[in-house]
């Protein structure tokens, strides 16, 4: 029996998988690389649709009530600014202020490493140095300072360097910052006035009616549930960082209005966003109170604080539709991380969920799914 044609089926067969099998690692290879090298697009561009997806609720319903979108659009981006705005004017003060206290802590935690280094060293080599006493005291007495005055030199030299370097950056980047956030904002009036003339054309050359209503049931489920969660976590976030800033107030730490809006947005960061708190309220402590047990009152105030969040009042207000497994979200933060820098990591909860929220009104990946849910 011949079955030299069932053999060159399979050969054709398999280099068709072979194909496909490339041609999508290809593909995947491609959007990796211009998601991250067109990050000054898509960040800006996420952040506009995430912030017009909040705001488009509250415009329809002035529409409703004969107020124009282009007023109303307006008036709820100048409402979602404002704030912002006077809480970055009123802190500017108090964060060059620590900006600049910062140095004198990496000195002083410089010299007490090298005080503990050279105590550990003199008893390592005690015998040593009684021997060569009688010879060292011939010895210029000022030498050891004068090495002292060398490290703390060389230390302060390096520190400014690093405080000139980061401010050099900062002005780089303050046009380009400032250009994303014009344009940021106009997209967003852009979106809230013509987005949903623009949805509803779509929406109408859809071939079928059943087609039709699943675009308007996912737009609709998408940005109710989407809003839920932003809105959610901003009211938690900001609760925290009123408590943390009471507490801090109370117990004397200076600024504390600056640590506890520090602590606020540290907090849209799961689980890594505490840790980077903690470890800035801990070097605050040391600042204000020295290098002291006392030091540790206000990073242990928050972390109580911080516990009580996210193991208590977090997991009750978001709800079931809201889990996803802590792994996926830190394997999440990491590749947003690695693409788009501290931006991608801030933004990349809500695009978690924005992405699980079609996925499961769609009904697809639902393996998929099951997994991204799995001990949320």
Known sequence: MDTSPNKSNQTKNTTKLKSVYYSNWLLFLAIIYTLYFAQSLIIPLLLSVLIALLLSPLVTGLYKLHVPRAISSVVMLAMLATPFTLIGVELVEPAQKWAKLIPKLSMHLTEQVESLSSTFEEKETTNTIKKSAFFSWFSSKNEPKADEEKTGYAVTKRIKEGG?????????????????????????????????????????????????????????????????????????????????????????????????????????????????????????????????????????????????????????????????????????????????????????????????????????????????????
């Open 164 to 376: 000139m370097e980061l401010m050099i950056e900062t002005l780089g980047a303050a046009p380009v910052f400032f250009g994303q956030l014009l344009g940021g904002a106009i997209l967003i009036l852009f979106l809230l006035i013509f987005g949903p003339q623009l949805f509803s054309a779509f929406v109408k050359e859809l071939p079928t009616t059943e087609q039709r209503e699943k675009a308007i049931r996912l737009v609709d489920v998408t940005q109710k549930q989407l809003s839920k969660y932003i809105i959610t976590a901003s009211v938690i976030n900001l609760v925290l960082g009123l408590s943390t800033a009471s507490a801090l107030y109370f117990i004397g730490l200076e600024d504390a209005l600056l640590w506890g809006v520090i602590v606020a947005v540290l907090n849209f960061i799961p689980y890594v966003g505490s840790v980077i708190g903690a470890v800035i309220l801990c070097l605050a402590g040391m600042v204000h109170f020295g290098v002291t047990p006392s030091a540790l009152i206000p990073v242990g105030a928050y972390l109580v604080l911080n516990i009580i969040e996210s193991q208590f009042i977090t997991p009750t207000a978001m709800g079931k539709k809201m889990l996803i497994n802590p792994l996926i979200i830190m394997l999440w933060l990491l590749i947003c991380g690695w693409l788009w820098g501290l931006a991608g990591v801030l933004l990349s909860v809500p695009v978690l969920v924005c992405i699980k929220l079609v996925v499961s009104e769609l009904g697809i990946w639902k393996n998929w799914l099951r997994i991204i849910e799995a001990g949320g």
